[in-house]
């Protein structure tokens, strides 16, 4: 049989539905791959976007979501995709995977960036050169609850009984202002800048009941809180934050047992524990946990730059910015925050 020829073209808003429709089955895909991510990204951060589709006569055979940031300091780049730790094409066919790719290639040189990057979870371009910094986690929820705890190894499952023993509960937000409030204390200890309240509250809004937030409280008080996408019969924790009270409380743990404990409860089967750097406190708790790291082979195809990007804390050059951003006071680094973060992506 003759196969349906393909062709490329940019979404626009009367695609959004067959979009979504196209990204809930199609394997490839991921939460990130949503078309809101598209609204959310033009008007809280103000970048242009490139949202590519394939399409024959049968429908939508392949997705591309690109967003494009140009800044004087951190480049010029098109990424899929920026602020989210999975992207890259998902399409039914290698035809369609193909025509996007080279779509996107043939877009990066008209739009002359510095790179084009695909962060995908399989390698697609062996040849170009990858980021080895990223591991994703993720792991199968039992459908019996009792089961997930006792899957959990011996010292960290103790932990999470020492949070239960200490009298903390969990609660589900409807806002955002408990959960931005122990974010952004949270990054600020870290030296990190975080978005703004107005970017939270957005997700809420864009995502709805795909998009939850699940706070810790011990007497009557938030010690720790996360962020959480559901996609399909998924969990991914997101963003999250923690008080100084949480680590003598146990609080971290408790909390990602009970998103665990919940999303079994409402018949979710996979934990997405999300990205991590690979040598990090983050990367070491996770595996704690029993889960086992799974590579993240971001890939560039590098253009008017030399090198790959690292705009990460760990990079050397950002540490004087660190040490500097945690001495400045808590109203100055949540007002200019989110006018750095908009461009690291």
Request: net charge neutral; aromatic share 14%; glycine share 6%.
């Amino acid at each position: 049989m003759t196969p349906h020829p393909l062709t490329i073209r940019t979404m626009t808003a009367q695609d959004a539905f067959a979009w979504d429709a196209f990204v809930e089955r199609c394997p490839q895909a991921t939460f990130f791959h949503k078309s809101a991510w598209k609204t959310l990204i033009e008007e809280e951060f103000g970048h242009r976007t490139h949202y590519l589709l394939a399409e024959n006569s049968e429908g939508i055979q392949g997705i591309l979501p690109l967003a494009e940031i140009r800044h004087f300091y951190f480049g010029h780049s098109l990424s899929s995709l920026p602020f989210a730790v999975y992207g890259g094409i998902a399409a039914l066919s290698e035809a369609a995977t193909h025509a996007l790719d080279q779509h996107a290639q043939q877009l990066a040189q008209v739009l002359q960036v510095d790179h084009l990057e695909y962060r995908q979870r399989e390698v697609l371009h062996p040849e170009w050169p990858h980021k080895e910094l990223y591991v994703t986690f993720r792991k199968p929820i039992d459908p019996d609850i009792d089961q997930n705890l006792k899957n959990i190894p011996r010292k960290q499952r103790a932990m999470v009984r020492s949070g239960i023993a200490h009298g903390l509960a969990s609660e589900i937000d409807d806002g955002v202002d408990r959960f931005y409030s122990v974010l952004a204390d949270n990054m600020h200890r870290h030296g990190t800048p975080t978005f703004s309240r107005r970017y939270f509250a957005r997700l809420k809004s864009l995502f709805g009941d795909d998009c939850e937030i699940l706070s810790v409280v011990k007497d009557q008080q938030v010690i720790s809180s996360v962020l959480s996408f559901y996609f399909r019969d998924e969990v991914l924790p997101y963003y999250a934050g923690d008080t100084l009270a949480a680590r003598q409380l146990a609080g971290n743990d408790f909390k990602y047992w009970e998103l665990m404990r919940r999303s079994c409860e409402r018949g979710i089967r996979l934990f997405d524990y999300g990205r991590s750097k690979i040598g990090t406190g983050s990367y070491s708790f996770k595996k704690n946990w029993g889960f086992e790291p799974t590579p993240l082979p971001y890939e560039y195809r590098l253009y008017r730059s030399d090198t790959v990007p690292d705009q990460n804390p760990l990079n050397p050059k950002y540490q004087f910015f660190i040490r500097t951003w945690r001495q400045l006071p808590r109203p100055v680094t949540t007002w200019l925050g989110p006018k750095i973060v908009r461009y690291l992506g």
